[in-house]
């Protein structure tokens, strides 16, 4: 099955620092979704991406499709923005099957 | 804003015991998914759900699990015989068509 890569796996900065997330998959793409997994688990949707740029707020994200990786920006850092940030993809051709997610990179936000 | 709802947020049980998960999809959406997390690892994908079949499994779905839309809005996941392994945060997630998935809050499972 199609290989998820996420960097890097830990991540401390400073508040107001910024940040940029890296996310390589392995085949063909028609979903790429962005997430951060919340203290208390939760999967909020961040971006929903499978090719261009998007940008809302201080997060913005990028996917090349055809060079087969995202990357998830964060600026001006904020303690809230702390937990794991998730990107999953779904193989192109599929339909509507399920998204297969990175093993994620866990954020840590010092104020 | 539309959501998906799941039920309950925590649920502990005995080993051997079945358990069932429910959750509400956002209302016009036609796909429906289990994925897994158990803790500190990633999110695992289970079952697709679409036309009242199931669409693709994986090799976890095993026939310990089953789904169900036993209604027009709800959909079940039910787990037989649990096991301390089962222990995981489950969440159920929707889709109107091939584009954006939306997830529910989870239901954290422990099997004591």
């Known amino acids: 099955g199609i290989q998820v890569e996420q960097s890097p796996p830990d991540l401390i900065l400073q508040e107001g620092a910024n940040s940029t997330l890296r996310c390589n998959f392995s085949d063909s793409v028609n979903n790429l979704q962005w997430f951060h997994q919340n203290p208390w688990g939760q999967l909020i949707n961040l971006f929903y991406?499978?090719?261009g740029t998007k940008q809302n707020g201080r997060l913005s994200a990028t996917t090349v499709a055809t060079e087969r990786y995202s990357l998830l920006y964060i600026s001006s850092s904020q303690t809230t923005d702390s937990g794991v940030y998730f990107c999953?993809?779904?193989?192109?051709?599929?339909?509507?099957?399920?998204?297969?997610f990175g093993k994620g990179t866990h954020l840590i936000i010092q104020p | 804003e539309p959501e998906v709802t799941q039920t309950p947020s925590h649920q502990v049980t005995q080993m051997g015991q079945e358990v069932i998960l429910r959750c509400v999809p956002i209302s016009n959406h036609l796909y429906f998914y289990w994925y897994r997390q158990i803790l500190g690892q990633k999110v695992e994908f289970l079952v697709s759900?679409?036309?009242?079949?199931?669409?693709?499994k994986s090799e976890i779905f095993d026939d310990q699990f089953s789904v169900e839309r036993p209604d027009g809005s709800n959909f079940t996941l039910k787990i037989r015989s649990t096991k301390l392994e089962d222990s995981a945060m489950y969440f159920c997630?929707?889709?109107?068509?091939?584009?954006?998935?939306?997830f529910g809050q989870g239901t954290r499972l422990t099997v004591v």
């Open positions: 991406i499978p090719s």
């Open positions: 759900f679409y036309n009242n079949e199931i669409s693709e």
């Open positions: 997630a929707s889709r109107g068509g091939t584009d954006e998935a939306f």
């Open positions: 999953a993809v779904e193989v192109a051709g599929g339909g509507a099957d399920g998204l297969t």
